[in-house]
């Protein structure tokens, strides 16, 4: 059925040092989350097998280093009188090796400025044409002391409701400077995104039609998730579910007397309340990101640090 | 002396046969179609290894109705979804076509699940079929991929709330996780250009990915033909030396092992 001598044995297959490397590399990351020990060991395990790896697939070319014998030279003058040097001839560089190189080398540059452009033109616009609107709320007034108040707006009205987002305003009265002190909390779960709830009623009677945004004064002291329980407390901290940092935050300012609206940050966790909390601000990034702890070193760069 | 054809015979040849040598003549479109379905397959092939070409069924039925459901759909964010109402509600035999898109794409999915598993139970992902398996793993990758770009097109509250949970959740992924996410949305958020990006990869890029991958994917299969099932009797294919391994993997194999299946 069979004629052995029909085949010659294929080439051999890889080494199997890898999957040693990779156990090791899963470890270390899963000891990023876990703890230092799982880390370490599985740095170890990845240093070591990556040698043997690296050992494995050299083994052929290594080989002994070759010992070099000393270099001998005729000299001229040694030459016996009469006799002609000899030379070697030097290797020709054929045409047709030239206009094979030159056609990759041509294909390949046209290749690269035809798709290098388009590819950037796929993936730059989300990262550099992201231009933020001001947002305007109205006038303080807006916003009694102490009591939050819902404010859905269009942060780019040309591009209709797409854009809609939320937040939730808490004007604090006067912060131990002086100055006007205001908590506002972005909608978005921090855990993958979903639309965060005040729990509490709200007082559709006293709703304010603005412009491009609406208020809806609510009786919450914290914030519920749909998707998978994330609860919040009044300052946007964890209190429950999967969420892995506290509520987003806007910056904002106080222009003629209106309340607007800043760019995004995250917060780490925020410490006492309301005008004397305190804040660990970071650039903003993508829910579910952690931004500080051990996690946070999962994630060194995010977009928000190089688009500003 | 040749016998003689039949009057019949000489009709069939002029009608059928000299039309299709004339063009294999010029194309090899017909020595080809015969090398690629007219294969030798094992004696005790089983039913479990239709599933490829099932898959295969499932995604041409995907294609023919998404490019005309593609007819009648706006991917504008402000009219997706009066259009895909419109297309359930108003057209004749709309609520027919997205039906068999919408059921159709999980069929694809399970059966391309229940076909790797087939092709895993039977060993067929050894030795020479690695680069099978690898094509094997990119479609499912990317069937995967059609699956959740076209779920977020009906653009109601489950379509945008499960595609905002799955942006965010590619975009813990470490490292490059945010940037993935902010390209999946077209900027830090769902915006106006996302619906339009995702409608791009769902019906262009992805559908040609995969019909790249299949193409590489049903070659090889031609190639290399199918395996017979764990349980045959019959000695398949040929014997395989066993060169004795060396390196890492020296002492793996057990001398008296040649040979297929006994
Ligand atoms: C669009 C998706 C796919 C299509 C259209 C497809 C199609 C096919 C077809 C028609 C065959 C011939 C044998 C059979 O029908 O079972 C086959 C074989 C095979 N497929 Fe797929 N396949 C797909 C996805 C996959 C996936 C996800 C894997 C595994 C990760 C895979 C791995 C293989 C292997 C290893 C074989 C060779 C099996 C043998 O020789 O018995 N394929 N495929
Ligand atoms: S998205 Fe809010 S808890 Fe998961």
Known sequence: ?308 | MAKRKTRRQQIVDLAVLAPLDWIDERTGAVRGTKWFLFRNVPRDVSWAQTLGFATLIAFLTQTLTGAILAMYYKPDPNSAYESIEHITNDLTLGWLVRGMHRWGASVFVILLFLHMGRVFLFGAYKYPRELQWITGVLLLATGMLMGFTGYLLPWDQTAYWATVVGINLNGTAPFAGPWLAQFLSSGPEIGGDTLAKWYALHMLLLPGAIFALIGVHLYLVTRLGVVSPPWSKEQAGRERPVAEPTGARAGLVRRGTEGGAK
């Open chain 1, 1 to 308: 059925m069979s004629n052995p001598r029909h085949d010659t044995p294929h080439s051999s297959g890889p080494s199997l040092w890898p999957i040693g490397f990779a156990i090791g590399v899963a470890c270390l990351l899963l000891g990023l989350v876990l703890s230092w020990m799982i880390a370490v060991l599985g740095a170890v395990l990845a240093i070591a097998f990556g040698l043997l790896w690296a050992r494995d697939v050299t083994r052929d070319v290594r080989g002994d280093v070759p010992e070099i014998a000393p270099e001998t030279r005729v000299v001229a003058d040694e030459l016996a009188p009469g006799a002609v040097p000899q030379h070697k001839p030097l290797p020709a560089y054929p045409r047709s090796k030239f206009l094979e190189a030159s056609l990759i080398g041509l294909t390949g540059a046209m290749g690269a400025v035809l798709t290098l452009p388009v590819l950037g033109f796929m993936v730059l616009p989300s990262f550099t044409n992201i231009d933020e609107d001001e947002v305007d709320l109205g006038p303080l007034d807006n916003f009694p002391e102490g009591e939050y108040v819902i404010a859905t707006y269009l942060k780019d009205p040309a591009q209709g409701e797409v854009t809609r987002r939320t937040a939730f305003v808490r004007n604090n009265g006067q912060s131990e400077a002086g100055d006007p002190s205001f908590t506002i909390l972005y909608s978005r779960c921090v855990h993958l995104g979903c639309p965060v709830q005040p729990n509490g009623p709200i007082d559709e009677e006293r709703r304010i039609e603005l412009k491009n945004a609406a208020l809806l004064p609510v009786l919450a002291q914290s914030f519920g998730c749909p998707c998978h329980g994330g609860l919040y407390d009044a300052e946007g901290n964890r209190t429950a579910g999967p969420p892995v940092r506290s509520l987003d935050r806007y910056t904002f300012s106080i222009r003629n007397g209106r309340l607007i609206l800043g760019e995004l940050f995250a917060v780490g966790s925020v410490s006492g309340t309301g005008a004397n909390a305190r804040i660990s601000r970071y650039p903003w990034s993508t829910p579910g990101v952690h931004v500080d702890g051990v996690e946070a070193w999962l994630y060194p760069i995010v977009p928000s640090q190089v688009t500003g």
